[in-house]
């Protein structure tokens, strides 16, 4: 016969994601040379099934990228595809097992104050779709 | 939602919103904020590209663009995300793009129409990339 046992301090394992979520600078050309403060967020499937993303914006668009001021606090508001024009009918992203997705992103993008005064940021990005919440590792940003 | 149809002919849905006031880019683009009744702003898309395969061209090379003219963003799925109104091109000599510093009216999401630069909106911190294409009403 089994028996339950309860075992105090423990926590309940969190499911594991089928996403990672990260986040790194990257250098960007523009055609007047390089676009300052820009990253690349990585969505990678990590689960052995395809992960598929509605949307109606752009596929970032359930993207937050969290921006801390030098004097510790969040300054972003929103999410990054607020500023972007709806579809009618909802497009997928469709991402095989191991498959990856990469989108250039300006990292202050959920930031209204601008210009950004100057300082040492700290951007995190979490992408939340459904049950998904995946959470980059945070990059450092000085202006 | 609401179908409308074009002098062309040809019908697209657009967005109305229960106030009848709120409208996004391009809303201010093509004029539906103008509409009789409130307010509308063609999807992004199937129904932007619509518009712009019976009533635009485009213009190409874009140092040509005059006031009036409208700069339209594409996505990596079809989509048209962005969408302004070229109100003051500047030219640079020797270049054939439009300079950073030319002036578009722009509805950004829900923030009210500002003019910006096309810097701003290409490379600045809320922009839409450099993937856009100028067009001119035919």
Same mark, same amino acid.
């Given at each position: 016969m089994s028996e339950a046992r309860t075992f105090r301090g423990l926590q309940p394992v969190a499911p594991s994601q089928p996403l990672a979520c990260r986040l790194r600078r990257k250098e960007v050309m523009g055609r007047q040379g390089p676009v300052p403060n820009m990253g690349e967020v990585e969505l990678e499937n990590l689960s052995a099934a395809p992960v598929e993303i509605a949307y109606?914006?752009?596929? +970032?668009?359930?993207l937050h990228l969290i921006v801390t001021s030098p004097?510790?606090?969040?300054v972003s508001e929103g999410h990054?595809?607020?500023?972007f024009a709806p579809t009618k009918e909802p497009l997928l992203l469709r991402l095989e097992p191991g498959e990856k997705f990469t989108v250039n992103v300006? +990292?202050?993008?959920?930031?209204?104050?601008?210009?950004v005064p100057p300082g040492s940021y700290t951007i995190r990005a979490v992408y939340e779709y459904k049950s998904i919440r995946a959470m980059s590792e945070s990059v450092q940003v000085t202006i | 939602m609401i179908e409308v149809e074009l002098t062309s002919g040809h019908k697209i849905n657009v967005f109305r919103a229960d106030d009848g006031e709120f409208y996004f880019c391009h809303g201010l683009t093509f004029g539906g904020?103008?509409?009789?009744g409130g307010a509308v702003s063609p999807f992004s898309g199937e129904d932007v590209l619509t518009i712009l395969e019976n009533h635009y061209e485009r213009v190409?090379?874009?140092?040509?663009a005059v006031a009036g003219d409208i700069l339209v963003w594409r996505g990596l /799925? /079809?989509?048209?995300p962005h969408s302004a109104i070229l109100t003051n091109p500047v030219i640079r000599v020797g270049e054939n793009l439009l300079s950073y510093d030319s002036l578009l009216r722009s509805k950004n999401g829900t923030l009210p129409e500002a003019i910006l630069t096309l810097e701003q909106l290409?490379? /600045?911190?809320?922009s839409y990339g450099e993937s856009y294409t100028v067009y001119r009403r035919r």
């Open positions: 109606w914006m752009t596929a +970032l668009q359930y004097d510790g606090r969040i990054f595809g607020d500023r300006h +990292l202050f993008a959920t930031v209204p104050q601008t210009p | 904020k103008e509409a009789p190409d090379p874009e140092v040509v /799925g /079809g989509e048209t290409v490379a /600045g911190p809320q």
